[in-house]
């Protein structure tokens, strides 16, 4: 047989044809990219935003995500958004890497008889499902229960609803961090059962027991924002100080003025110690006035003196800080947090809001009117009597919707209750401890992939809307309920009777009238966005609840445990982001590993050092840690990260520390332990510091402060040295930036947003601890512990984002043999790195240490390949790298000016870190514009260059943190 | 062509040296098996290279801020050890030192070797090796270019330079030997040589320009070696990093470099001179004159020493401070105190003449020195970077084994084309040493 020319292509055609028209997935593909702005608005290889809301934590920040090609590549703050105002945290701007998790569930799965998970298709999950379901409604009332994260708007009602058909209406909706000690404490104090709303931007003091406000408290984005604003007020000579009373020296505790390191459970006793010292010195209020006598003898047993065995702190600076706090109104008093959360945490609540009280704040700084969607959480009462009826057998058909109780909540109860149910369905999107226990998993969609709304708090209505289509075999739960309503017998209720999940956010948004603009409308802007109005509140006479503070019940010899939230972990959910885990904690420094933190009394009575391996061992269980000595906790103390030890198989959160769970009491509402003791176990484990600080006083400060009077003390400009080369002429534009340590709290949002948005790897524990991380920008932190004053301690910390310099007379630039690195027109040191052969003598002269290099070839896990930034280039191994101040932002935004032939406009461009940044801390643009933000900025009398007597002259102003001025 | 007559003791220098040529059964197992031996180090050190090529640098100890370590200690190593052999035949011959004659060939060969080893470290340690020619200045259609202003282009110009002129010097000084080969020899060993010797026929012209150029060489080399490790110095005191940028090391580099160099010299020749039954011509008297100048270089060098601690430590610069601090009494302190020990103290032993005279010293002090100055190049390179201005990123280096072994490597390398190179050549210049002679009888 002879095949000429013309019939081997036509064989090739046809079977290339054929292979062509084969679909590799059986999904149905809708659409390539997701058409959800007008399709002329999309150009491949244009980024579109899209707005939606980010669900990682319950503060329910706006969120826009970048999409290329029909794939989201990275995450930024919705500006609109009254909560977050177009910032994110680093835990938000890691939400995408939750979307191209490699370890999603790709698809239903049931388990089988011997234990093993098997893959099955959405008809038969469903149909499972259904079954279930119609029996469990056959056996009796609420033999359905559904434990979800917490929900708003649409789903909350769809959840309601579709458990009414089943005639249940159990439906808890579970987060970690519950805070109903707030919610019941405003009941008691002013009649409004809501968790009020804090202004931080409008209180001039603040006094916080415990509330670890800039990191997991509430909404740390919207606190970190205000707070950045109450630390502005003090740069221009206002009056603003932060004091923290806490056990231990969290992240925003390191941002307090002074820190008070109360004795665990002694919070509340301080509280009303302060308002008895303010009662007593008639201080308060004039319209608590009438109130007066009752609270003089509610207080009576509250003196100072009486609780100072209780508070370990001086009477003396009880009275001081009274002073201070009433002085200085309108002021603020916020307490709570993980690790003030007890048994008596209400009576701590009550007590701040009585402070708040009698300094005259409320309706100031603590406002009421907006309740908070947190309102609706679940109480850790409410998930006892769960599973005690799980346990009775009450419950048919469990449902589990991100949700993970099995790691976060004492082993004990649940877990055993877990067993007694016939069918755990769980709709979680990547594995986790719950779904282990689950029989049927249905996964979810990512947030960034489903249609939702969230309001954090009335009047913030947030929309979610799919940014890409779906990457793997998973179904919304929306649409999973409404299937399976829609095949129960007699048909689904109205209110059910929609086709798609997607159909029902939208005409609950009002899609359906298209007079109503509202849908468009909230498509674009992300949502709905008013303010409740303040419902102005009168203290009640509530003596009899003032709680009656007893002796804590701490053994003599045995230590305190405390848990922790961690800010990049939250409750152990952002675990398996590998940008989490590579990006050093804020407060210990530690990176890919759990810890315990004691102090370093503590450490050498017990014969203990860093790194040592300890078991630690409580009345409810043990677990085995490494020890981190941190002189921030107290020593009675023995503090521990929450998030840490997650067993679900995850790659990188596996086999990282340990549950903190395991030790805490087994009701799930205490995040508090006493009677601790530690032994070494024998053996290390390297806790990888990131870097360590060693304070050296004969050097030059690289991060500097002063105060507010002073700003310029001690910094006298002297004239630039003579050059033998005329500086650089930069025609057009000369590219700064100007970094406000006065505002920055460490908080480490810019870091993960650089690495979003310049594809940098991560490298693992390993290379990190051998020092080979690649993050183009680092928090580095400076402590300068002053004298103790009393039992009230400075704690200098001065945070300082620490990236390229851009420096004008660059030490990089001259060095490199084959100009990989040069100075470009724009005053950049521009970074080639094709032409970069790998000499790294730009590394070893760059005096900041900013530059990194590529050791070996970075991977990405897939999918996480998808989340590459198309416009940043992916380095190979062998090459050096380094902030490029986002020039693909600035080509971009030059760009963008040029098409539509006007000149730049100050705030045109704005790198990935300034974008993130809760703060504002960061400020980018042209120093050539006088008008511009940074061009006024670098002239401030704050600023300063780091490391100026190098004469590098660095493209980047820091201004000084304002200290406090120190009196007496 | 019949050669010239000579007198017994002129044809006993001829054969002695040549006896090389003629291999008995022992000599020539050891010879070569030695040789092989050094292939096979460098052939492990070549291929756990290209496992470095392959892999990253991940497999070296190299991380954040030490980007610098052991491979670019050794490649300052080596220049330094390059530096003797010129100064032995350069200098030295311009001050008429006659002592120096019969070491001179294998110190000069030793330069050439010792270049020739130096050179793969800068191309090793680079993070994309097969890029290395980007260094060289070509026309491209790209219009690249290379940085000028980059110590690393002086260092290439300066390293090339030296090799070529060093080689020219050596070769040059090779001829009237070669002929003399070339008239002892019979068939392809003969036709070899005649092309080596280049046609010499030792006529009184031809030994006219010989010197002539000689002495040219010789002044135009001596410059050379102020200058090669004056440049390669500036590797260092042209950065901006406290513990290098520092206008001493210059001068500091280059006596460095000599001391290193000189004993190299003491450590290779022995052993040499035992295997060449050259006893005669490299006399302990010789050597002892290169244990002299020893002392004086390690007097320099200690020199230098101390003054750079009266700046660290008297000085205004707090960086700079704290860097000598860390380097004399930080981690690294054990590569500090060993280079004291081994290049300021132990030298100092030769100040004894019974020191000076006994073999055993002479090889085991070399030895000492060329330790230490390998591990003062390290503590040079590694503890500047490790702790610099901004504290947050100090950093420790530690060397792996893939790093030890291709340094080892390297030593192989250069043991291998010595030896190579040593055997096929009159290891001793015969024509002056005749000359040295005569000129001892006129006397």
Same mark, same amino acid.
């Given at each position: 047989?002879?095949?000429?020319?013309?019939?081997?292509?036509?064989?090739?055609?046809?079977?290339?044809?054929?292979?062509?028209?084969?679909?590799?997935?059986?999904?149905?593909? +809708?659409?390539?990219?997701?058409?959800?702005?007008?399709?002329?608005?999309?150009?491949?290889?244009?980024?579109?935003?899209?707005?939606?809301?980010?669900?990682?934590?319950?503060?329910?920040?706006?969120?826009?995500?970048?999409?290329?090609?029909?794939?989201?590549?990275?995450?930024?703050?919705?500006?609109?958004?009254?909560?977050?105002?177009?910032?994110?945290?680093?835990?938000?701007?890691?939400?995408?890497?939750?979307?191209?998790?490699?370890?999603?569930?790709?698809?239903?799965?049931?388990?089988?008889?011997? &234990?093993?998970?098997?893959?099955?298709?959405?008809?038969?999950?469903?149909?499972?499902?259904?079954?279930?379901?119609?029996?469990?409604?056959?056996?009796?009332?609420?033999?359905?229960?559904?434990? &979800?994260?917490?929900?708003?708007?649409?789903?909350?009602?769809?959840?309601?609803?579709?458990?009414?058909?089943?005639? @249940?209406?159990?439906?808890?909706?579970?987060?970690?961090?519950?805070?109903?000690?707030?919610?019941?404490?405003?009941?008691?104090?002013?009649?409004?059962?809501?968790?009020?709303?804090?202004?931080?931007?409008?209180?001039?003091?603040?006094?916080?027991?415990?509330?670890?406000?800039?990191?997991?408290?509430?909404?740390?984005?919207?606190?970190?924002?205000?707070?950045?604003?109450?630390?502005?007020?003090?740069?221009?000579?206002?009056?603003?100080?932060?004091?923290?009373?806490?056990?231990?020296?969290?992240?925003?505790?390191?941002?307090?003025?002074?820190?008070?390191?109360?004795?665990? &459970?002694? +919070?509340?006793?301080?509280?009303?110690?302060?308002?008895?010292?303010?009662?007593?010195?008639?201080?308060?209020?004039?319209?608590?006035?009438?109130?007066?006598?009752?609270?003089?003898?509610? #207080?009576?047993?509250?003196?100072?003196?009486?609780?100072?065995?209780?508070?370990?702190?001086?009477?003396?600076?009880?009275?001081?800080?009274?002073?201070?706090?009433?002085?200085?109104?309108?002021?603020?008093?916020?307490?709570?947090?993980? @690790?003030?959360?007890?048994?008596?945490?209400?009576?701590?609540?009550?007590?701040?809001?009585?402070?708040?009280?009698?300094?005259?704040?409320?309706?100031?700084?603590?406002?009421?009117?907006?309740?908070?969607?947190?309102?609706?959480?679940?109480?850790? /009462?409410?998930?006892?009597?769960?599973?005690?009826?799980?346990?009775?057998?009450?419950? *048919?058909?469990?449902?589990?919707?991100?949700?993970?109780?099995?790691?976060?909540?004492?082993?004990?109860? #649940?877990?055993?209750?877990?067993?007694?149910?016939?069918?755990?369905?769980?709709?979680?999107?990547?594995?986790?401890?719950?779904?282990?226990?689950?029989?049927?998993?249905?996964?979810?969609?990512?947030?960034?992939?489903?249609? /939702?709304?969230?309001?954090?708090?009335?009047?913030? +209505?947030?929309?979610?809307?799919?940014?890409?289509?779906?990457?793997?075999?998973?179904?919304?739960?929306?649409?999973?309920?409404?299937?399976?309503?829609?095949?129960?017998?007699? &048909?689904?209720?109205?209110?059910?009777?929609?086709?798609?999940?997607?159909?029902?956010?939208?005409?609950?948004?009002?899609?359906?009238?298209?007079?109503? $603009? /509202?849908?468009?409308?909230?498509?674009?802007?992300?949502?709905?966005?008013?303010?409740?109005?303040?419902?102005?509140?009168?203290?009640?006479?509530?003596?009899?609840?003032?709680?009656?503070?007893?002796?804590?019940?701490?053994?003599?010899?045995?230590?305190?445990?405390?848990?922790?939230?961690?800010?990049?972990?939250?409750?152990?959910?952002?675990?398996?982001?590998?940008?989490?885990?590579?990006?050093?904690?804020?407060?210990?420094?530690?990176?890919?590993?759990?810890?315990?933190?004691?102090?370093?009394?503590?450490?050498?009575?017990?014969?203990?050092?860093?790194?040592?391996?300890?078991?630690?061992?409580?009345?409810?269980?043990?677990?085995?840690?490494?020890?981190?000595?941190?002189?921030?906790?107290?020593?009675?103390?023995?503090?521990?990260?929450?998030?840490?030890?997650?067993?679900?198989?995850?790659?990188?959160?596996?086999?990282?520390?340990?549950?903190?769970?395991?030790?805490?009491?087994?009701?799930?509402?205490?995040?508090?332990?006493?009677?601790? @003791?530690?032994?070494?176990?024998?053996?290390?484990?390297?806790?990888?510091?990131?870097?360590?600080?060693?304070?050296?006083?004969?050097?030059?400060?690289?991060?500097?402060?002063?105060?507010?009077?002073?700003?310029?003390?001690?910094?006298?400009? +002297?004239?630039?040295?003579?050059?033998?080369?005329?500086?650089?002429?930069?025609?057009?534009?000369?590219?700064?930036?100007?970094?406000?340590?006065?505002?920055?709290?460490?908080?480490?949002?810019?870091?993960?947003?650089?690495?979003?948005?310049?594809?940098?790897?991560?490298?693992?524990?390993?290379?990190?601890?051998?020092?080979?991380?690649?993050?183009?920008?680092?928090?580095?932190?400076?402590?300068?512990?002053?004298?103790?004053?009393?039992?009230?301690?400075?704690?200098?910390?001065?945070?300082?984002?620490?990236?390229?310099?851009?420096?004008?007379?660059?030490?990089?630039?001259?060095?490199?043999?084959?100009?990989?690195?040069?100075?470009?027109?724009?005053?950049?040191?521009?970074?080639?790195?094709?032409?970069?052969?790998?000499?790294?003598?730009?590394?070893?002269?760059?005096?900041?240490?900013?530059?990194?290099?590529?050791?070996?070839?970075?991977?990405?896990?897939?999918?996480?390949?998808?989340?590459?930034?198309?416009?940043?280039?992916?380095?190979?191994?062998?090459?050096? $790298?380094?902030?490029?101040?986002?020039?693909?932002?600035?080509?971009?935004?030059?760009?963008?000016?040029?098409?539509?032939?006007?000149?730049?406009?100050?705030?045109?461009?704005?790198?990935?870190?300034?974008?993130?940044?809760?703060?504002?801390?960061?400020?980018?643009? *042209?120093?050539?514009?006088?008008?511009?933000?940074?061009?006024?900025?670098?002239?401030?009398?704050?600023?300063?260059?780091?490391?100026?007597?190098?004469?590098?002259?660095?493209?980047?102003?820091?201004?000084?943190?304002?200290?406090?001025?120190?009196?007496? | 062509m019949p050669g010239p007559s000579l007198s017994p003791s002129f044809q006993r220098v001829t054969d002695d040296v040549l006896r090389t040529f003629t291999w008995t059964r022992v000599g020539w197992f050891a010879y070569w098996g030695a040789v092989g031996l050094c292939g096979y180090g460098w052939s492990i050190a070549a291929v756990l290279w290209?496992?470095?090529?392959?892999?990253?640098?991940?497999?070296?100890?190299? =991380?954040?801020?030490?980007?610098?370590g052991v491979y670019i200690a050794s490649f300052v190593f080596w220049i330094g050890i390059a530096h003797s052999g010129t100064f032995i035949s350069a200098i030295l011959f311009l001050f008429r030192a006659t002592w120096r004659t019969a070491i001179a060939r294998a110190a000069e060969t030793m330069t050439i070797v010792a270049l020739m080893t130096a050179v793969i470290f800068p191309v090793l340690h680079?993070?994309?090796?097969?890029?290395?020619?980007?260094?060289?200045?070509?026309?491209? %259609?790209?219009?690249?270019?290379?940085?000028?202003?980059?110590?690393?282009?002086?260092d290439a110009?300066a390293i090339a330079t030296y090799f070529l002129v060093s080689v020219l010097f050596w070769y040059l000084e090779l001829v009237p030997d070669f002929a003399v080969v070339r008239d002892r020899s019979e068939g392809r060993q003969r036709r070899i040589f005649r092309l080596l010797a280049l046609g010499w026929s030792a006529t009184a012209g031809e030994w006219r320009a010989y010197r002539k150029a000689y002495g040219l060489l010789a002044a135009v080399i001596t410059a050379l070696v102020v200058s090669v490790h004056s440049i390669v110095s500036?590797d260092?005191?042209?950065?901006?990093?406290?513990?290098?940028?520092?206008?001493?090391f210059a001068p500091y580099f280059v006596a460095g470099a000599i001391l290193s160099g000189l004993a190299m010299v003491l450590t290779l020749i022995i052993p040499a001179r035992a295997l060449l039954g050259a006893q005669r011509y490299i006399t302990i008297e010789a050597l002892g004159k290169v244990a002299g100048l020893i002392v004086a270089l390690s007097l320099i060098l200690t020199y230098s020493y101390v003054? %750079?601690?009266?700046?660290?430590?008297?000085?205004?610069?707090?960086? %700079? !401070? =704290?860097?000598?601090?860390?380097?004399?009494?930080?981690?690294?302190?054990p590569l500090f105190w060993t280079t004291m020990v081994c290049v300021s103290i132990a030298p100092l032993m030769f100040l004894a003449e019974r020191v000076r005279r006994s073999l055993t010293a002479l090889f085991c002090i070399g030895l000492a020195i060329n330790a230490g100055m390998w591990i003062e190049r390290l503590m040079i390179v590694?503890?500047?970077?490790?702790? =610099?201005? =901004?504290?947050?990123?100090?950093?420790?280096? !530690?060397p792996?084994v893939v790093e030890l072994a291709i340094v080892g490597g390297s030593g192989c390398w250069f043991l291998f084309w010595f030896l190579l190179l040593l055997g096929h050549i009159p290891a001793i210049p015969i024509a002056e040493t005749k000359e040295n002679m005569q000129e001892a009888e006129r006397a």
């Amino acid at each position: 047989m002879t095949i000429g020319r013309r019939d081997f292509l036509k064989v090739i055609g046809a079977v290339s044809g054929a292979a062509a028209s084969q679909r590799c997935s059986p999904a149905p593909i +809708e659409t390539l990219i997701p058409y959800l702005v007008p399709p002329e608005n999309i150009v491949p290889g244009e980024a579109s935003f899209i707005a939606t809301t980010c669900r990682e934590c319950p503060a329910g920040c706006g969120m826009l995500a970048k999409t290329v090609d029909g794939r989201v590549i990275k995450v930024e703050g919705n500006p609109r958004h009254p909560v977050n105002a177009g910032a994110l945290c680093a835990r938000g701007q890691a939400s995408i890497q939750s979307l191209y998790d490699p370890d999603r569930l790709r698809g239903p799965l049931t388990r089988g008889r011997d &234990g093993q998970l098997r893959a099955i298709t959405w008809d038969e999950g469903e149909a499972r499902l259904a079954a279930a379901l119609r029996d469990a409604r056959a056996r009796g009332r609420n033999r359905v229960a559904w434990v &979800g994260r917490l929900e708003t708007g649409s789903l909350e009602r769809l959840v309601r609803d579709w458990l009414a058909l089943f005639d @249940s209406d159990r439906r808890l909706f579970f987060e970690t961090f519950d805070f109903e000690p707030l919610r019941r404490a405003s009941g008691i104090v002013v009649g409004r059962p809501e968790i009020p709303r804090y202004r931080f931007d409008r209180a001039n003091f603040v006094l916080s027991f415990g509330a670890d406000f800039l990191e997991t408290w509430l909404s740390n984005v919207e606190f970190m924002r205000e707070y950045a604003a109450l630390r502005r007020r003090r740069a221009a000579g206002g009056e603003a100080s932060f004091v923290m009373a806490a056990p231990r020296l969290s992240l925003t505790g390191l941002n307090a003025d002074e820190w008070m390191p109360v004795k665990p &459970g002694g +919070e509340t006793a301080l509280a009303l110690a302060i308002a008895h010292a303010i009662v007593a010195e008639d201080l308060l209020d004039a319209r608590l006035r009438p109130h007066l006598p009752w609270m003089r003898s509610a #207080l009576a047993s509250f003196a100072p003196e009486a609780v100072q065995s209780l508070t370990d702190v001086r009477p003396d600076d009880v009275r001081l800080l009274a002073r201070q706090f009433v002085s200085a109104t309108p002021s603020l008093a916020v307490g709570g947090g993980a @690790s003030a959360r007890d048994a008596r945490a209400d009576a701590l609540e009550i007590a701040v809001l009585l402070l708040n009280a009698v300094a005259g704040n409320l309706d100031r700084t603590v406002t009421f009117g907006g309740a908070s969607a947190l309102d609706a959480l679940a109480t850790p /009462g409410d998930m006892r009597s769960l599973a005690a009826a799980m346990a009775r057998g009450e419950i *048919d058909v469990l449902l589990i919707h991100h949700a993970n109780p099995a790691y976060t909540r004492p082993s004990g109860d #649940l877990e055993a209750a877990l067993a007694h149910v016939p069918l755990i369905v769980s709709f979680a999107s990547s594995p986790d401890e719950t779904t282990a226990h689950a029989h049927l998993i249905l996964p979810d969609h990512h947030s960034l992939e489903s249609w /939702g709304d969230y309001a954090p708090r009335e009047g913030v +209505e947030g929309l979610l809307q799919p940014a890409m289509t779906p990457i793997l075999e998973t179904r919304a739960t929306g649409d999973v309920l409404l299937r399976v309503a829609r095949g129960v017998d007699g &048909g689904p209720p109205p209110a059910l009777s929609v086709d798609s999940c997607a159909s029902y956010v939208a005409a609950s948004w009002g899609q359906s009238n298209p007079a109503d $603009e /509202g849908w468009t409308t909230a498509l674009k802007s992300g949502g709905r966005f008013s303010e409740a109005d303040e419902i102005p509140v009168t203290i009640r006479d509530f003596r009899a609840v003032i709680p009656s503070v007893s002796e804590p019940a701490v053994a003599a010899a045995g230590l305190t445990l405390i848990a922790f939230p961690s800010p990049f972990m939250y409750d152990g959910r952002s675990a398996n982001c590998s940008w989490l885990q590579e990006i050093p904690d804020p407060v210990s420094h530690t990176v890919w590993n759990g810890w315990i933190e004691i102090h370093p009394d503590t450490a050498h009575r017990l014969g203990l050092a860093q790194d040592d391996l300890v078991t630690v061992q409580t009345a409810h269980g043990r677990a085995t840690a490494a020890v981190r000595v941190y002189e921030g906790v107290r020593p009675d103390l023995v503090a521990m990260p929450i998030g840490y030890g997650r067993t679900a198989g995850l790659r990188h959160a596996e086999n990282r520390g340990a549950r903190v769970a395991e030790l805490l009491p087994p009701d799930g509402a205490s995040w508090r332990t006493d009677g601790v @003791s530690l032994s070494r176990v024998g053996g290390r484990r390297l806790i990888v510091l990131q870097s360590t600080t060693e304070p050296s006083t004969s050097r030059p400060a690289l991060a500097q402060t002063s105060t507010a009077s002073a700003p310029t003390e001690g910094h006298e400009k +002297e004239p630039p040295p003579a050059d033998l080369y005329p500086p650089h002429a930069h025609l057009q534009h000369r590219w700064g930036m100007a970094i406000d340590l006065n505002a920055c709290t460490g908080c480490s949002a810019c870091v993960a947003a650089c690495y979003s948005e310049n594809n940098i790897p991560v490298v693992g524990e390993r290379a990190c601890a051998e020092g080979r991380e690649m993050s183009w920008i680092r928090i580095e932190r400076y402590d300068a512990p002053r004298a103790q004053r009393g039992g009230r301690r400075r704690f200098e910390s001065v945070f300082l984002p620490m990236l390229c310099q851009q420096c004008d007379e660059a030490p990089c630039e001259a060095v490199c043999p084959v100009y990989a690195t040069y100075h470009n027109p724009e005053g950049l040191n521009a970074q080639v790195y094709v032409r970069c052969i790998g000499t790294r003598f730009c590394s070893n002269n760059c005096p900041y240490k900013v530059r990194r290099f590529n050791w070996a070839r970075p991977s990405w896990p897939a999918p996480h390949q998808m989340a590459l930034n198309p416009d940043v280039t992916v380095r190979s191994a062998g090459v050096m $790298e380094k902030c490029s101040f986002c020039v693909q932002r600035i080509h971009a935004g030059k760009n963008a000016a040029a098409r539509e032939a006007r000149t730049l406009r100050d705030g045109d461009i704005v790198p990935a870190c300034a974008q993130t940044c809760p703060a504002d801390a960061i400020v980018f643009g *042209d120093l050539h514009d006088p008008s511009s933000r940074v061009a006024r900025l670098a002239q401030d009398s704050r600023g300063y260059h780091v490391l100026e007597e190098l004469n590098t002259r660095p493209a980047i102003t820091y201004l000084k943190r304002i200290m406090p001025e120190s009196k007496g | 062509m019949p050669g010239p007559s000579l007198s017994p003791s002129f044809q006993r220098v001829t054969d002695d040296v040549l006896r090389t040529f003629t291999w008995t059964r022992v000599g020539w197992f050891a010879y070569w098996g030695a040789v092989g031996l050094c292939g096979y180090g460098w052939s492990i050190a070549a291929v756990l290279w290209w496992y470095q090529m392959r892999a990253g640098l991940h497999v070296t100890g190299l =991380d954040h801020p030490v980007m610098w370590g052991v491979y670019i200690a050794s490649f300052v190593f080596w220049i330094g050890i390059a530096h003797s052999g010129t100064f032995i035949s350069a200098i030295l011959f311009l001050f008429r030192a006659t002592w120096r004659t019969a070491i001179a060939r294998a110190a000069e060969t030793m330069t050439i070797v010792a270049l020739m080893t130096a050179v793969i470290f800068p191309v090793l340690h680079l993070g994309r090796a097969w890029r290395a020619y980007w260094l060289i200045p070509y026309p491209n %259609e790209r219009g690249l270019w290379i940085n000028f202003s980059s110590p690393l282009i002086w260092d290439a110009v300066a390293i090339a330079t030296y090799f070529l002129v060093s080689v020219l010097f050596w070769y040059l000084e090779l001829v009237p030997d070669f002929a003399v080969v070339r008239d002892r020899s019979e068939g392809r060993q003969r036709r070899i040589f005649r092309l080596l010797a280049l046609g010499w026929s030792a006529t009184a012209g031809e030994w006219r320009a010989y010197r002539k150029a000689y002495g040219l060489l010789a002044a135009v080399i001596t410059a050379l070696v102020v200058s090669v490790h004056s440049i390669v110095s500036w590797d260092f005191a042209a950065a901006i990093l406290p513990g290098w940028h520092s206008t001493i090391f210059a001068p500091y580099f280059v006596a460095g470099a000599i001391l290193s160099g000189l004993a190299m010299v003491l450590t290779l020749i022995i052993p040499a001179r035992a295997l060449l039954g050259a006893q005669r011509y490299i006399t302990i008297e010789a050597l002892g004159k290169v244990a002299g100048l020893i002392v004086a270089l390690s007097l320099i060098l200690t020199y230098s020493y101390v003054m %750079e601690a009266f700046f660290a430590l008297r000085g205004t610069h707090p960086v %700079e !401070r =704290d860097s000598y601090l860390f380097r004399v009494a930080g981690p690294p302190w054990p590569l500090f105190w060993t280079t004291m020990v081994c290049v300021s103290i132990a030298p100092l032993m030769f100040l004894a003449e019974r020191v000076r005279r006994s073999l055993t010293a002479l090889f085991c002090i070399g030895l000492a020195i060329n330790a230490g100055m390998w591990i003062e190049r390290l503590m040079i390179v590694t503890t500047s970077l490790a702790h =610099d201005f =901004d504290p947050y990123v100090w950093g420790v280096y !530690r060397p792996t084994v893939v790093e030890l072994a291709i340094v080892g490597g390297s030593g192989c390398w250069f043991l291998f084309w010595f030896l190579l190179l040593l055997g096929h050549i009159p290891a001793i210049p015969i024509a002056e040493t005749k000359e040295n002679m005569q000129e001892a009888e006129r006397a």
